[in-house]
């Protein structure tokens, strides 16, 4: 079933998920709390939207996956009634392990 973003999900159970993030090759510092496979693509924890489908653009320039490290408040699934917002950014990473801002 498609969601509101047009991304069809599946949810898996994990019972290890630090080692599930290990096998996929997210970097420790950019652990969060959700971890996806979108096309091939790791993405972790609260990452908007227009950040997946820009890295899906990228084809095969895409990065081995982005992430939001920890879960700042006004990110895409932690709104507050408020409107507040913590700044954030959206990290990069490759095979390596190496991280860099994407967006």
Excluded: N, Y
Excluded at 1 to 19: I, L, N, P, Y
Excluded at 23 to 38: F, K
Excluded at 40 to 55: D, N, Y
């Amino acid at each position: 079933m498609a969601g509101k973003a047009g991304f069809t999900v599946r949810v898996v159970d994990q019972a290890d998920m630090q080692a599930l993030k290990r096998r996929i090759g997210i970097p420790e510092p950019l652990w969060s709390c959700h971890t996806a496979m979108v096309e091939g693509r790791a993405v972790e924890g609260h990452v908007p939207f227009a950040a997946i489908r820009k890295m899906l653009a990228m084809g095969t320039k895409a990065p081995r996956g982005i992430a939001v490290p920890g879960m700042p408040v006004g990110s895409p699934g932690m709104e507050v009634p408020d409107g507040r917002r913590e700044p954030f950014d959206v990290m990069a990473f490759d095979q390596k392990g190496t991280s860099w801002r994407f967006a």
